[in-house]
């Protein structure tokens, strides 16, 4: 009788022990920086989990960016530059910092006399992708290429200098703004007619968002672009959420 208690117990044992070693614990994320958005007060929080990063609005379902989910942010930069090959120092813009990986895209797919400025709404997004969340994408802003202007890419838009051969729009979660209502000039006729003025002969528009939306590629025709609506996957080809690309030129 005894000796058939200890082996149930033993059994239990093992079984119990087997369990523990088939489920470990996942790490946590740790929050590693705070900023706040000009103009609105809507606190990021930038957490880390081992070499796993994620920005989210505090007290916000759901995250903005995660650093393992990037495909379609390569992907806004690559199809864009695709049309540039032929251009021995293309001048890039770039709407939207974030982690860094669609910068960093834009660098490789380019030679070494391209110009790539990004506009940043937000100083600490900068000093992020400086410090601990730069790895991620393997620290675009060491590239003597890039140049970050901290402020709205609006208004660069607004300048409308005709300079720039690709501008590269990743500020929202697509036509309608998420975290910030000023966003939705970009996505405007008249945003739109802005951004057009910035573009040289031949140059490329591109738009990022979380979705498609067919008002919007009609919007993009009524002013006079042709367009094209890319569907890609946010983790990789044929992998992870569908995000929509417009290329409009």
């Not at 994320?29 to 880390?48: D, K, S, V």
């Not at 090959?85 to 490789?108: K, N």
């Not at 979705?211 to 094209?228: D, I, W």
Request: proline share 6%; aromatic share 6%.
């Amino acid at each position: 009788m005894s000796r058939r208690r200890r082996s149930r117990r033993n059994v239990a044992d093992t079984v119990c022990r087997a369990s523990s070693f088939s489920k470990p614990r996942m790490a946590r994320f740790n929050e590693i920086g705070t900023a706040t958005i000009p103009g609105n007060g809507t606190r990021l929080r930038l957490l880390q989990r081992n070499d796993e990063f994620s920005i989210k609005i505090a007290g916000a379902p759901g995250e903005l960016m995660n650093s393992r989910l990037h495909g379609s942010e390569d992907a806004l930069a690559t199809l864009a530059c695709e049309r540039l090959s032929h251009l021995p120092a293309p001048r890039i813009l770039i709407g939207g910092l974030g982690m860094g990986f669609t910068l960093a895209a834009a660098l490789s797919a380019t030679g070494d006399q391209a110009q790539v400025t990004v506009a940043e709404l937000v100083p600490e997004v900068e000093t992020w992708n400086r410090g601990p969340l730069g790895a991620a994408a393997g620290y675009p802003l060491d590239d003597p290429r890039a140049a970050v202007h901290i402020g709205d890419v609006a208004e660069l838009l607004r300048q409308g200098d005709g300079n720039w051969d690709a501008i590269l729009l990743d500020v929202d979660n697509g036509p309608e703004g998420l975290t910030r209502k000023e966003n939705n000039w970009i996505y405007s006729p008249e945003g739109i007619a802005a951004a057009q003025k910035s573009l040289s002969n031949d140059g490329i528009l591109a738009y990022w968002s979380a979705g498609p939306e067919q008002a919007f590629t009609e919007r993009l025709r009524r002013a006079g672009f042709s367009v094209e609506p890319v569907v890609v996957r946010a983790l990789r080809p044929g992998k992870g959420a569908r995000h929509t690309i417009w290329l409009a030129w």
